[in-house]
T-cell receptor, first 114, second 110 residues
Framework: DTAVSQTPKYLVTQMGNDKSIKCEQN?????MYWYKQDSKKFLKIMFS???????INETVPNRFSPKSPDKAHLNLHINSLELGDSAVYFC?????????????FGDGTRLSIL | QQPVQSPQAVILREGEDAVINCSSS?????VHWYRQKHGEAPVFLMI?????EQKGHDKISASFNEKKQQSSLYLTASQLSYSGTYFC???????????FGTGTRLKVLA
């Protein structure tokens, strides 16, 4: 059983399109995250939800909108895709927001903008 | 505010040892270590919570200095499977924001 699953694994699309990435975790965790990993491999937090409530909203263009319908799901919708959005997007979850909780990552979604 | 890791990259032969450092200008609440193999997700290795703490399992261990501004990851008798990019991660006081370090690419050669 996959603990944190993301779909799709690969996403190739054209500039200007709108796309969504879905994430689900079956670990019973309360906290979920979206990260962006660029070509230099830097991992940067974008959003975090705790019990469906947004707790982290980094300086991300408002073309990016997260949505958490329940504790087990955190989706990411991106409007008007741009070339600079090409990256690997990782979903992760942790038991809670406590400092001692490790994060469990999904396999990532490789987004390529043509 | 991003923790700085050193070295940026290291190449080893099987059986050699390596040390990866993670440094911050501010005290860290805790430090987490992850390894990411090429094309895969980061995988959790260990967490250190207290200044002066040391912990480890198998041939990978880590320390957290007393001031909680530096952590080191020790890889002894490296194996091919240790290859990947290592990240430290942390959260600063008063924020939920989780920050990863700059990363260290490690390659172990046969």
């Amino acid at each position: 059983d996959t603990a944190v699953s993301q779909t799709p694994k690969y996403l190739v699309t054209q500039m200007g399109n709108d796309k969504s990435i879905k994430c689900e975790q079956n670990l019973g965790h309360d906290t979920m995250y979206w990260y962006k990993q660029d070509s230099k491999k830097f991992l940067k937090i974008m959003f975090s939800y705790n019990n469906k409530e947004l707790i982290i909203n980094e300086t991300v263009p408002n073309r990016f909108s997260p949505k958490s319908p329940d504790k087990a799901h955190l989706n990411l919708h991106i409007n008007s895709l741009e070339l600079g959005d090409s990256a690997v997007y990782f979903c992760a979850s942790s038991l809670g927001t406590d400092n001692g909780q490790p994060q469990h990552f999904g396999d990532g979604t490789r987004l390529s903008i043509l | 505010q991003q923790p700085v890791q050193s070295p940026q990259a290291v190449i080893l032969r099987e059986g050699e040892d390596a040390v990866i450092n993670c440094s911050s200008s501010k005290a860290l609440y805790s430090v987490h270590w992850y390894r990411q193999k090429h094309g895969e997700a980061p995988v959790f290795l260990m967490i250190l919570l207290k200044g002066g703490e040391q912990k480890g399992h198998d041939k990978i261990s880590a320390s957290f200095n007393e001031k909680k501004q530096q952590s080191s990851l020790y890889l002894t008798a490296s194996q091919l499977s240790y290859s990947g990019t290592y990240f430290c991660g942390t959260r600063y006081s008063g924020t939920y924001k989780y920050i990863f370090g700059t990363g260290t690419r490690l390659k172990v050669l046969a």
